[in-house]
């Protein structure tokens, strides 16, 4: 794993953004795996001042993201769906057809699972891979358990997340306890992975994640296994090892 430490926020959107800019420079049609939650906003941010002043195209451009609640409409403003179009997609020249977010409105879930693991790989697989981490080492929606070598599915939330989440819902019981996501064999699959951390609240998980060995009860270890793990944080987030 390689390790970018930047000053601070700004710095590591600034990373970020180069970096998925440079994925589209080189292949145009690149297909990227995007990430919700607070880390990345500046990221988006960042990318759609690129386009905005022709730095970047987007319109060969695929997209899928991690995750999305399980069940929750799209038009609910805590939906990943809802997120993802205010925070980029409405900003940039993305081509609707090329964006996948898994469906949290469908009664059948292992369906839409399977046709979201068909469409990235009928796609040629994800060139870069954003992901964020949780306190607890999730990465996506996978918590830490026994058994992490799914690809997309249902999956249950822990408390943990459910209270971490609660920040964004009016009250806690209005968390969807469930969610659909992308698992860690989804994940390994990407050609790149660059993982972001933000503030003092990572630094502990970061720590784990550099120093320890790998393990499932700190899901973002398993990318220990993967060649192409880039980790961007700033200095909150990271203690020094
Ligand atoms: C979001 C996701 C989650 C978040 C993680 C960190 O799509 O899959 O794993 O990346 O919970 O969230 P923030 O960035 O809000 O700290």
Request: glycine share 8%; hydrophobic share 40%.
């Amino acid at each position: 794993m390689r390790i970018i430490v930047c000053d601070d926020y700004d710095g590591l959107s600034l990373t970020a953004a180069k970096m998925i800019a440079s994925q589209i420079l080189l292949k145009p049609n690149s297909v990227l795996g995007l990430a919700t939650g607070s880390t990345p906003v500046g990221t988006y941010n960042i990318l759609m001042k690129m386009y905005a002043d022709g730095e970047t195209d987007f319109k060969d451009v695929l997209t899928f993201n991690l995750d999305e609640y399980y069940p929750i409409r799209d038009d609910n403003p805590q939906s990943y769906h809802y997120f993802m179009k205010e925070h980029l997609f409405s900003k940039i020249n993305i081509n609707p057809s090329n964006v996948h977010i898994l469906n949290g409105t469908v009664t059948d879930a292992a369906a839409e699972c399977k046709t979201f693991e068909r469409l990235i790989k009928k796609s040629g697989g994800i060139d870069l891979q954003l992901l964020g981490i949780g306190k607890n080492g999730h990465i996506g929606f996978n918590e830490p358990e026994a058994n992490l070598n799914a690809g997309t599915h249902l999956t249950k939330l822990t408390q943990s997340t459910i209270e971490a989440n609660s920040r964004f819902f009016e009250n806690v019981d209005d968390v969807p306890t469930h969610a659909l996501t992308m698992g860690i064999a989804t994940i390994l699959r990407s050609k790149k992975i660059v993982l972001l951390a933000s503030g003092e609240e990572k630094q502990h998980i970061i720590s784990s994640l550099l120093e320890g060995g790998i393990s499932t009860a700190i899901p973002a270890t398993m990318l220990k296994v993967h060649p192409d793990v880039t980790i961007i944080c700033d200095r909150a987030a990271y203690k020094g090892v």
